[in-house]
């Protein structure tokens, strides 16, 4: 090899007015949403660690660092070798930040130095990839993109990005948004390695991923477990029962091991938590995030791991949580009637979820008792999700964890009958009630995805009991081409409507009220968007509709029996409009309400 040169640089220091090249050979860009999910939880909770509520951004220059590895580059052309997935989804988290900045007038004109170069009115972006301009474009621009077509490199990078819209902390946009980029730029940390030639790029590659095979966290766990067990057959037994597992498991995901063991750790033995305050140091339950591994090996007396038979238990244990975990990710993945509240939970991306439901479990719980548990504490979490949201609380990941740790812990190990009373004591003690909050709960930037999948919720409880076939999973899943999105039923002409309210803020409140909102068919919504009413209720009645928007025409009440059935066993105030108001919207909110109070309830909680 020729002359390696390689230096500690920030991430402005990488991409800031600096254009990069990726050979045609290695430009898929494969990064899902677990891969995002990550990256945004650990920035943001580094971020966090430092961060105290009032900081200005001078204060940024005192928090520490953040390290993200290596990159290799060749000197030539300046191709990325290694730390494209990295610098690419980096680059989205800078034109999120950059959006969200735009909408609040504010404005850092290094974050887009550290996007895009612009002469003579061109937009080059610096990781130039020619294929993936018209979709760069559309993001920075905050406008929708069609994906439909396209090759998988660009539906990764747009669902990426979809991704960290819905996964970026709310805290950190409403608190501290240029701190956050500050730190970001300054703060993050690399390796650069840049060799003369592409072939030495490669080189170093080959020989930084393959010399060595560094052991996981996983399979420093399993060494040192085995290691504590005495007889060679035991040892020999518990180590087929461990591959096994890891096996099943990684069905999942490749990392999916390591996640189900931090998840089972903190919900079974941790104690601790590091307390939200600024020079707060880390306990059990953040330990085990970063080293689990080595959080086991210090803490063996405490969980119970003394004997050679204590660690051939923990092992076993290890197994029976480990395929409980395995239902749980795969009752999230797919909608099971029996289970719905679990994906209910998934489809509003709650990622605690799995880490409250095997706290709840105890080793000697039979199938039976499991299965009842997941439904239980699903159906706690679905009521705790929706109290949050309709008080505009975040439930990010990291607003709610100790909260969240706090419960888990309150409910290890209880049988059921116990642990029916435990949620229901925990849903009095935060005076959970959703109803009663409905009142005045409007979609805004937060607001609107949870509304989303209400709507879609309400939408298939009515299917449902109207003797029609629930096309729930239909109605949430963003990966079709045209997914189901929020429809105003009011048109946004306040000069429409300007006899009725008496002021354009008035008219505002009302437009974005819950009971305005039903779901409909993205590429439908954006056709009836300067509609009037009267035009908009003949395709909500029609096939193009569903039937929350159908019930606001006359049509659905002579045709379906069914449906009026239920609505009079439910003494709901269904009833068709010949024009849409402020006198209708407040009947509406009285029937949403009356649903929204059957499907999130108390009584889910009694057994």
Same mark, same amino acid.
């Given at each position: ?8 640089t920030t991430?402005?220091g990488l991409?800031?007015?600096t ?9 898929e860009?494969?990064?899902q949403r677990?891969?995002?999910e990550?990256?945004?939880e ?6 966090l ?6 900081d ?6 005192d ?14 052309d300046?191709?990325i ?13 800078i ?6 900045a ?6 850092d ?12 009115g061109?937009?080059?972006f ?8 018209e979709?760069?474009?559309? #993001?920075? @621009?905050?406008n &929708?993109?069609e994906?439909e077509?396209?090759?998988e490199?660009? /539906? *990764?990078?747009?669902? +990426?990005y ?7 902390p ?8 240029l ?7 300054e703060?993050v940390c690399f390796i ?8 030495d ?19 420093m766990?399993?060494g ?7 007889d ?13 597992? #890891?096996l @099943?498991?990684? &069905? ?7 996640t189900?063991i /931090? *998840?089972w750790?903190r +919900? ?10 600024k ?5 059990d339950?953040?330990?085990i ?9 210090d803490?063996?007396?405490r969980?119970g ?8 238990e923990f092992?076993?244990?290890?197994n029976?949580?480990a ?14 009637s029996?289970?719905?509240?679990v994906?209910?939970n ?18 000697e ?14 159906k706690f979490?679905d ?10 609380k975040?439930n ?7 909260a969240i740790f706090?419960?888990?812990k ?9 642990l029916s ?9 935060n ?11 409007r ?11 209400m ?22 899943n963003?990966e079709?081409?045209?997914p189901?999105d929020?429809?105003h ?6 000069e ?9 803020e ?6 974005n ?6 779901i ?13 009413y009267?035009?908009k ?7 193009n509709?569903?039937?929350l928007?159908a019930?606001?025409?006359e ?8 449906f ?7 003494e709901l105030?269904f ?8 006198n ?23 057994i």
């Open positions: 090899m020729k002359k390696i040169d390689g230096h500690p991430l402005k991409l800031l007015n254009k990069y090249s990726i050979h045609y050979y290695q430009r860009y494969q990064w677990k891969q995002i990550e990256m945004i650990d920035l943001t909770s580094e971020f660690n430092y961060y105290q509520a009032g200005n951004r001078i204060s940024v220059k928090y520490g660092a953040y390290f993200m590895g290596s990159v290799v580059l060749t000197g030539r300046n191709a070798i290694d730390g494209q997935q990295r610098l690419t989804s980096l680059t989205l988290v034109m999120f930040l950059l959006n969200k735009k909408e609040m007038f504010l404005e004109n290094i974050l887009k130095g550290m996007v895009f170069s612009e002469a003579f061109q937009i080059s610096n990781i130039n990839v020619p294929e993936r301009e979709c760069l474009n559309a #993001i920075f @621009n905050n &929708e993109y994906i077509n396209k090759n490199s660009i /539906k *990764n990078i747009y669902k +990426a979809k991704n960290i819209e819905e996964i970026f709310e805290e950190i946009i409403e608190n501290c948004l701190n956050f980029g500050d730190w970001l730029k703060k650069q390695i840049v060799a003369d030639t592409e072939q790029a490669h080189k170093v590659f080959v020989s930084m991923n393959d010399r060595g095979l560094s052991l996981t966290p996983a399979e766990l399993k040192f477990l085995l290691s504590e067990i005495e060679d057959k035991e040892r020999e037994k518990c180590n087929a029962l461990w591959k096994k597992t #890891i @099943n498991l990684k &069905e999942i995901d490749v990392k999916e091991d390591e189900f /931090k *998840n750790l +919900a079974q033995y941790a104690e601790t938590i590091r307390e939200t305050k020079g707060a140091i880390n306990k339950f953040d330990i995030g970063t080293e689990f591994h080595k959080w086991v090996r803490n063996k007396s969980i791991l003394k004997t050679s038979k204590d660690f051939i092992i076993s244990y290890f029976k949580y395929n409980v975990y395995i239902k749980i990710r795969n009752y999230e993945k797919r909608y099971e029996d289970f719905k509240y994906y209910y998934s489809v509003d991306k709650f990622t605690l979820q799995e880490q409250v439901i095997l706290s709840s479990i105890d080793i719980d039979s199938t039976e008792v499991i299965n009842k548990k997941i439904d239980l504490v699903s979490l009521l705790y999700i929706h109290s949050r949201v309709v008080l505009y975040s990010d990941y990291n607003t709610v964890k100790n706090t419960i888990t309150r409910i290890r190990n209880l049988n059921i009958e116990k009373k435990e949620l229901i004591a925990i849903y009095n003690e005076e959970i009630n959703i109803v009663e909050n409905l009142e005045n709960f979609v805004n930037g937060y607001t609107k995805k949870y509304i989303r999948n709507l879609a919720r309400m939408t298939a409880y009515i299917e449902e009991m109207s003797g029609l076939t629930s096309n729930y999973t239909d109605y949430v963003r079709q081409t045209h189901y929020v429809e039923i009011t048109p946004d002409h306040y429409w409507f300007d006899k009725e309210y008496s002021s354009k008035e008219f505002d409140g009302y437009r009220n819950f009971a305005d909102l039903i409909l068919k993205d590429h439908i919504n954006r056709s009836l968007n300067d509609k009037e009267a035009y209720v003949k395709t909500y009645e029609s096939a509709g569903n039937i928007g019930s606001l025409g049509a659905v009440y002579l045709n379906n029996t069914e009026k059935k239920f609505i009079k066993e439910k105030n009833e068709y409009y010949e024009k849409f108001g402020k209708e919207i407040n009947k509406r909110k009285v029937l949403y309400k009356k649903i929204c109070n059957i499907i999130w309830n108390i009584d889910n909680l009694k």
